[in-house]
């Protein structure tokens, strides 16, 4: 072993629980012996020290001294739940109000609160495809099945979804000269 032993290998080896190779240590190194000795000199000494008892009075005090400080706080609860159960039982009031009442229960006099409407279409401004959309509008109707196969509007109207999208990809990689969006 090329370092010293640590604490607790050396308690571990005072309770006979060390290793081969710590035991072995021990047997070479004399400052791991030396400290190991130290440590079991402290053991013996603790194990031999003896602790008082306080006296009996002691515990007549304490008991008292618990009593006052437990009499003390008692008042400062008091004012607590003094003024805790009344706002409790305000607030309860008024929960239950508000559940009567029910959630759209408006004021008299005041407009119902309106939502915005929710659309799945991004907006116009966002929205990649519009121009494609419009451009077939104005040749003719896009979901229109009969048109020529030889007009544009005609072909993309054939085109599958994954057709579609690859086509979109290949047109904007066009437009960016090839530098990603």
Same mark, same amino acid.
């Given at each position: 072993m090329r370092t010293h032993l640590t604490d607790d290998m #050396? !308690? +571990?080896a005072l309770d006979g629980l060390g290793s081969a190779e710590v035991r072995r240590h021990l047997g070479a190194c004399p400052e791991c012996a030396a400290r190991l000795d130290e440590v079991r000199l402290g053991l013996e000494m603790a194990q031999a020290a003896e602790v008082p008892e306080p006296p009996p009075r002691y515990w007549e005090v304490f008991r008292r001294q618990v009593g006052r400080r437990i009499s003390e706080e008692a008042p400062a609860r008091r004012a607590v739940a003094f003024w805790l159960f009344p706002a409790l039982a305000t607030l309860a009031v008024l929960i239950a109000l508000g559940i009567l009442r029910g959630p759209n229960a408006s004021q008299p006099g005041e407009p119902a609160v309106t939502l915005p409407a929710w659309s799945a279409l991004p907006p116009a401004e966002e929205d990649e495809g519009l121009e494609v959309l419009q451009a077939l509008a104005a040749e003719g109707d896009p979901l229109d099945a009969a048109l020529p196969p030889q *007009? !544009? =509007?005609g072909e993309l109207s054939q085109l599958s979804d994954e057709e579609? +999208?690859? #086509? =979109?990809d290949a047109l904007r990689h066009e437009l *960016?000269?090839?530098e990603a969006l």
């Open positions: #050396l !308690v +571990e *007009t !544009v =509007a579609s +999208e690859v #086509l =979109a *960016t000269g090839g």
